[in-house]
C-alpha cells in the first residue's frame, strides 16, 4: 500500500516520506526511530558530567538578559539547584520566554549540557513544572530523522496507523533459528522498536532487527563467496619488468607488510583462480604503491586495470601521482582520468582510448562505472577506500570486464574477527607497518582553556611553510537536522578565525551541504598550499593528501568515536615533517576521557579499533550512529559485534547443513534472501 494511503498524507507530505526513501506502508514499518526521548530522574547540577541531554529542579536567581547585537536575540539567565550548583540557560530568539524566568521562579529544565572552564550551561533547554514533567518521566517517546516539512509527531501519526490497520512484516526465520538465538517475533520486535515500553523490550527489540540486518549480509556474502570460488582465472598477470623499475627507482624500501601483500597478489594472479583481496592497511600505510604496482604487471601482461576512488581530489592525485611515476621511470604505459567533472572533449578522448585498448589504466570516481564506459580488455579493478562504495557500485565496475581480479582497498581499522565476517567473499591482506620515513604523530588532550596556545602553535607551524586542519564536531541532532547549524558552525568558526589572525593567513572552510564544485575547487586550493588552515567537517576524512599539512585540532572530540578520530588523524603525518593531532575536549565523563587517553598515546589503527571495540561493549540500546557506519539500518559492527558474530555462526550452521536453502522450513528465508539480494545488498557501504 502506498504512503498516501494513510489517513492524514496527501500528495505534499507523500513527497516528503519520498525524499526519506520511504514510498509505501511496509517502508514506514522498517523506518526506525534514530533515537528516544527518555525523561529521566532530575539531577544536581554537580552530576552532570558529559555532554548529554539532563533534566535538574532549578531556581532562577539572576535577572533576564536580553542580547539583540548578534543576528539572534539571545535570552540569558542563572538557575541554581538545592544543592547550590549554579548554570547558565540561553535561548535563541524566544525573548517571550522572559516573563517565565523571574527571580525565583522554579521549574524542571531539561537540555544539553556543555562546560566551559568551570562554568555549566545549557542552551535551548524546556521548562517543565513539576507536575508536567513527572506526568512524562522514563517515557520513550520515538525521534525519527526528518527532512523540511515533516514533523515528528506526524511520523508518529503515520506509523501507529499503520499497527492499528494490522500491516505486520511476515516472519521468514526458522523457528529453530529464533529459538536458537533467544530471539524475540519479527513483528513483535518492530512493533516495539518504534514504541518500547520499558529499555528491557526495547534492547531485545533492537536485537531481532540488528540480528537479521547481519544475518542476511552475512547469508548474502558467503553465497557471494561461493560464486566467486568457481571463477577460473585466465587471465595469469605476473611479476613484471615495470613494477620491478618502479621499485628500483621508488627512493624507499618497502616494508615486510607491503613485500607480503604483494607476494599474496603476485600468487592470486598466478594461481588458478580469479583473485578477490582485500588490502587493509591503515592510515599511510602504503596501500597504494602496491595497488599501482599490480596494474603495471597487469598491462605488462596485455590487460587494462581501473581503480575507483571517492572523490575527485583524490582521483586526480592518483592519477597525477601514476603519471609522474610513469614518466619518470621512462614506462610507456598510459593512464586517463574519469570524474565527472571533465570537459566532454577530454571525457570523449579517455573514453576512446580506454575502448580502444590504447589506455592501459583508468582512474576515476564513480564515473568509471557509467554506462558509457566500456573496456577493451579489463584485467585488474581497484576499489580505494572501498566502505565509501556501496555493493552495487563496486559490482558495476568488476563486471567492466570478463572476470577481472579484484583489489578492495580499507583504510577503516576493522578488528581482524569482524573483517573476517564482513569481508567473507575476499582473502584478507593486511599491511599494519608504516613507511620507514614516516614520523609518528604526536598527539595531545586538552580542554578549551588551551585553545589560544593551540592557535599559537598552528600559527608557528604556518610560519615554516606547513598547513593545519580544524575540525568542527556537532551533536547528532544538528547533523541531521535542516536548520543549517552545522553549517553556521563551521562558517562562523571560520570567519572567528579570520579575525583572530587578523587576515595573515588564508581560512576557508568545507562541509558536506557544499555543491561537489566548490568542494573540489577549496580541496586542491589545500592540496596546492593555497590556503594555510582548512576549517572542515568530517567531510576530510577520506579524499585528500596533503603532506604538507602537520597539525589536526579537533574540536568537541568527544562527539566522535575512535575509529572516526583516527580516521581524521590520518589527514595528517602523509609527509617528512612531525605532525601533531590536538583534540580538544572538556568532557568529565571518564569512560570518554579513557577513549580519548587511547587515542592520544596509540597510533596503531588496529590497535585503536580493538580498544574501541572494547569499551563500547554491548550494542548502543538506542541505535545512536557513528561516523564511519556501514549503512545498516540499525546495527552497528563495533558496538554490536557479539551480535554480528551469532549472525554469522548461525548462518554458517545454516549453510552447512542447507546449502541451497531448499528446505521446506527454509522456504521464506530463501525468498527473503533473494529479494535481498537484489534490493539491500547493494545498498551497503561494505
Known amino acids: 500500500m502506498k504512503i498516501s494511503g494513510l489517513k492524514g498524507i496527501g500528495s505534499k507530505t507523500e513527497q516528503l516520506f519520498n525524499r526519506l526513501g520511504v514510498y509505501t506502508a511496509e517502508d514506514l514499518l522498517t523506518f526506525y526511530p534514530r533515537r528516544y526521548d527518555v525523561y529521566e530522574q532530575p539531577v544536581g547540577i554537580d552530576e552532570m558530567t558529559g555532554n548529554k541531554l539532563y533534566a535538574f529542579w532549578g531556581t532562577v536567581i539572576s535577572d533576564c538578559e536580553i542580547n539583540t547585537r548578534s543576528r539572534y536575540k539571545v535570552l540569558s539567565v542563572y538557575a541554581a539547584d538545592d544543592k547550590g ?12 520566554l522572559a516573563g517565565q524566568l523571574k527571580r525565583g521562579f522554579k521549574w524542571i529544565f531539561r537540555g544539553e549540557a556543555a562546560f566551559k572552564g568551570s562554568l555549566v550551561f545549557m542552551e535551548q533547554p524546556s521548562l517543565y513544572s513539576y507536575e508536567q514533567y513527572m506526568a512524562k518521566m522514563n517515557s520513550m517517546q520515538p525521534v525519527y530523522p526528518l527532512t523540511a516539512g515533516l514533523t515528528n509527531n506526524a511520523v508518529t501519526k503515520a506509523v501507529k496507523q499503520c499497527f ?14 529464533i529459538a536458537n538465538a533467544g530471539l524475540t517475533g519479527r513483528s513483535e520486535a518492530v512493533y516495539a522498536i518504534h514504541f518500547p515500553t520499558d529499555a528491557d523490550g526495547l534492547a531485545q527489540a533492537r536485537r531481532r532487527v540488528v540480528f537479521d540486518e547481519f544475518f542476511l549480509f552475512t547469508l548474502a556474502i558467503r553465497s557471494l563467496k561461493n560464486a566467486n570460488l568457481l571463477a577460473n582465472n585466465d587471465k595469469i598477470i605476473p611479476q613484471s619488468t615495470y613494477s620491478a623499475i618502479i621499485l ?3 627512493g624507499y624500501e618497502l616494508t615486510n607488510a607491503q613485500k607480503k601483500v604483494r607476494a599474496e597478489i603476485a600468487s592470486d594472479m598466478t594461481g588458478s583462480r580469479t583473485m578477490n583481496r582485500l588490502i587493509q592497511g591503515d592510515v599511510g600505510s602504503g596501500k597504494t604503491i602496491i595497488a599501482f604496482l599490480a596494474m603495471t604487471d597487469a598491462a605488462a601482461a596485455g590487460y587494462q586495470s581501473a581503480l575507483m576512488a571517492p572523490t575527485e581530489v583524490l582521483a586526480k592525485q592518483h592519477y597525477e601521482d601514476f603519471c609522474r611515476t610513469l614518466k619518470e621511470n621512462d614506462i610507456p604505459l598510459r593512464c586517463v582520468l574519469l570524474t565527472g567533472s571533465m570537459p566532454a572533449a577530454a ?35 581497484v576499489t580505494d577506500e572501498q566502505h565509501r562504495f556501496g555493493v552495487r557500485q563496486r559490482e558495476a565496475l568488476h563486471l567492466k570486464g570478463a572476470s577481472p581480479h579484484i583489489i578492495v582497498m580499507s583504510a577503516t581499522p576493522i578488528p581482524r574477527s569482524l573483517a573476517i565476517i564482513l569481508y567473507g567473499e575476499l582473502d584478507i591482506s593486511v599491511i599494519d607497518e608504516k613507511p620507514a620515513n614516516r614520523l609518528p604523530i604526536k598527539n595531545c588532550v586538552v580542554d578549551d582553556s588551551y585553545r589560544q596556545k593551540a592557535y599559537k602553535f598552528i600559527e608557528n607551524e604556518i610560519l615554516k611553510g606547513h598547513q593545519a586542519y580544524i575540525i568542527c564536531a556537532m551533536a547528532e541532532d544538528n547533523e541531521d537536522s535542516d536548520n543549517g547549524l552545522e553549517l553556521e558552525n563551521v562558517v562562523d568558526y571560520s570567519e572567528s578565525l579570520r579575525r583572530h589572525y587578523n587576515g595573515r593567513f588564508t581560512v576557508e572552510y568545507l562541509h558536506g551541504k ?13 592540496a596546492s598550499g593555497e590556503i594555510q588552515i582548512l576549517v572542515s567537517t568530517t567531510v576530510v576524512e577520506v579524499g585528500i593528501n596533503v603532506p604538507n599539512a602537520t597539525v589536526m585540532l579537533v574540536e568537541n572530540a568527544e562527539r566522535f568515536g575512535l575509529a572516526g578520530l583516527h580516521q581524521l588523524r590520518g589527514r595528517v603525518g602523509r609527509g617528512d615533517s612531525q605532525s601533531y593531532c590536538i583534540f580538544v575536549s572538556n568532557t568529565k565523563n571518564e569512560l570518554t576521557k579513557e577513549r580519548l587517553s587511547i587515542l592520544k598515546d596509540s597510533n596503531d589503527g588496529f590497535y585503536i579499533a580493538e580498544q574501541d571495540l572494547r569499551l563500547r561493549g554491548p ?13 545498516f539500518a540499525l546495527g552497528n559492527i563495533y558496538a ?15 549453510l552447512e547443513a542447507d546449502g541451497e536453502l531448499c528446505a521446506p522450513e527454509n522456504a521464506l528465508l530463501r525468498n527473503e534472501l533473494e529479494e535481498y539480494m537484489k534490493t539491500s545488498l547493494g545498498n551497503l557501504n561494505i
Open 85 to 96: 550548583g549554579r548554570i547558565k540557560l540561553t535561548w535563541f530568539n524566544m525573548p517571550f
Open 640 to 654: 554490536d559485534a557479539d551480535v554480528l558474530k551469532l549472525a554469522a555462526d548461525t548462518a554458517r550452521l545454516l
Open 248 to 250: 628500483a627507482n621508488l
Open 164 to 177: 492499528e490497520m494490522g500491516l505486520t512484516l511476515s516472519e521468514y526465520l526458522p523457528d529453530s533459528v
Open 514 to 526: 557544499m555543491k561537489s564544485a566548490a568542494k573540489n575547487e577549496i580541496m586542491e586550493r589545500f
Open 619 to 631: 550494542g548502543d540500546m538506542l541505535g545512536s550512529r557513528q561516523s564511519g557506519d556501514f549503512g
Open 347 to 381: 571525457k570523449r578522448e579517455a573514453l576512446e582510448a580506454l575502448a580502444s585498448g590504447e589506455a592501459d589504466m583508468a582512474v576515476g570516481t564513480h564515473a568509471v562505472i557509467s554506462d558509457g564506459v566500456s573496456f577493451k580488455n579489463l584485467g585488474l579493478v
